[in-house]
T-cell receptor, first 112, second 113 residues
Framework: DGGITQSPKYLFRKEGQNVTLSCEQN?????MYWYRQDPGQGLRLIYY???????QKGDIAEGYSVSREKKESFPLTVTSAQKNPTAFYLC???????????FGPGTRLTVT | RKEVEQDPGPFNVPEGATVAFNCTYSNSASQSFFWYRQDCRKEPKLLMS???SGNEDGRFTAQLNRASQYISLLIRDSKLSDSATYLC??????????????FGTGTLLAVQP
């Protein structure tokens, strides 16, 4: 089955700890994206990557970092510098034929 | 002004009803338009792309009005399973933003028996 996987589904961390969220796709898509969603708000773009070994900051990149060493993988690290890390994190990839984005099931991060 | 605006709802409709949502966008040069559906605590799923000529997929019809800068989604014969949040999504056209999508905050639909 082709698709996007994110793990874990739920993640709990103490304040001050870095945490890495996994995103893997086997759709052969070049572009991948990270969003966060907070209650009552639209999805906000954190980082995106259009090709391996390249990535750009989105609208809310502060406190986050990414890497894109393989086409299939785009992990997101939430650092201790992120002031409000508790959120629903969504990874997406984009078809090369059009601009439709397809999402993974998300990771719900809670930091206390 | 927000780049993409939607009425948050909720729209409470009985089964079998026809319901329509509108969404306005601020960038007149926007190139691509989509409707996504998001169930509670789940990821958004692409419902349909919106083409200039309008398009239909079963009970769902999407239309684009470039002059007034809005897109619409019409759902006919509503089912209980249509209950979800519908996200309006727009791709801006300028420069490095061409590969980014802008998401509205969504319209909540609740179909009641």
């Amino acid at each position: 089955d082709g698709g996007i996987t994110q793990s874990p589904k739920y993640l709990f961390r103490k304040e001050g700890q870095n945490v890495t969220l996994s995103c893997e796709q086997n759709l052969n898509h070049d572009a991948m994206y990270w969003y966060r969603q907070d209650p009552g708000q639209g999805l906000r773009l954190i980082y995106y990557s259009q090709i391996v070994n390249d990535f750009q900051k989105g609208d809310i990149a502060e406190g986050y970092s990414v890497s894109r060493e393989k086409k299939e993988s785009f992990p997101l690290t939430v650092t201790s510098a992120q002031k409000n890390p508790t959120a629903f994190y969504l990874c997406a990839s984009r078809s090369t034929r059009n601009y439709e984005q397809y999402f993974g099931p998300g990771t719900r991060l809670t930091v206390t | 002004r927000k780049e993409v605006e939607q009425d948050p709802g909720p729209f409470n409709v009985p089964e079998g009803a026809t319901v329509a949502f509108n969404c306005t966008y601020s960038n007149s040069a926007s190139q691509s338009f989509f409707w996504y559906r998001q169930d509670c605590r789940k990821e958004p799923k692409l419902l349909m792309s919106v083409y200039s000529s309008g398009n239909e997929d079963g009970r769902f019809t999407a239309q684009l009005n470039r002059a007034s800068q809005y897109i619409s989604l019409l759902i006919r014969d509503s089912k209980l399973s249509d209950s979800a949040t519908y996200l309006c999504v727009v791709r801006p056209a300028s420069g490095g933003a061409t590969n980014k999508l802008i998401f509205g905050t969504g319209t909540l639909l609740a179909v009641q028996p």
